[in-house]
Nanobody
Framework: QVQLVESGGGLVQAGGSLRLSCAAS????????MGWFRRAPGKEREFVAT????????YYADFVKGRFTISRDNAKNTVYLQMNSLKPEDTAVYYC????????????????WGRGTQVTVSS
């Protein structure tokens, strides 16, 4: 049974940083691209960042470029999202997701999802 478990969310002031983690089990992690998505209150889920199966290629939403960094450790079956210079508009539930091999910003193409972790940025 595939499980993706996010952690690291919380409350932070604007300008602060958080690092989210997503621990995967039940799948061959190194064969999967990983993505981070978020859903803010009253809004649809949106793409944040993605990384391919080997970790050599990444892709970001424009609104996080230069502030967020996605990375992975295949030895630990974990993907990370380092979030710096956080803004109140980054407040959302953040989800990690897995799809085979190649990264994508299309949430419909992802096979597995975690339950999410709340990030709240105060002004």
């Amino acid at each position: 049974q595939v499980q993706l478990v996010e952690s690291g969310g919380g409350l932070v002031q604007a300008g602060g940083s958080l690092r989210l983690s997503c621990a995967a089990s039940g799948l061959t992690f190194s064969s999967y691209a990983m993505g981070w998505f978020r859903r803010a209150p009253g809004k649809e889920r949106e793409f944040v960042a993605t990384i391919n199966w080997r970790g050599g290629s990444t892709y970001y939403a424009d609104f996080v470029k230069g502030r967020f960094t996605i990375s992975r450790d295949n030895a630990k079956n974990t993907v990370y999202l380092q979030m710096n210079s956080l803004k109140p508009e980054d407040t959302a539930v953040y989800y990690c997701a897995a799809r085979t091999r190649y990264y994508s910003n299309n949430d419909a193409s992802y096979n597995y999802w975690g339950r999410g972790t709340q990030v709240t940025v105060s002004s």
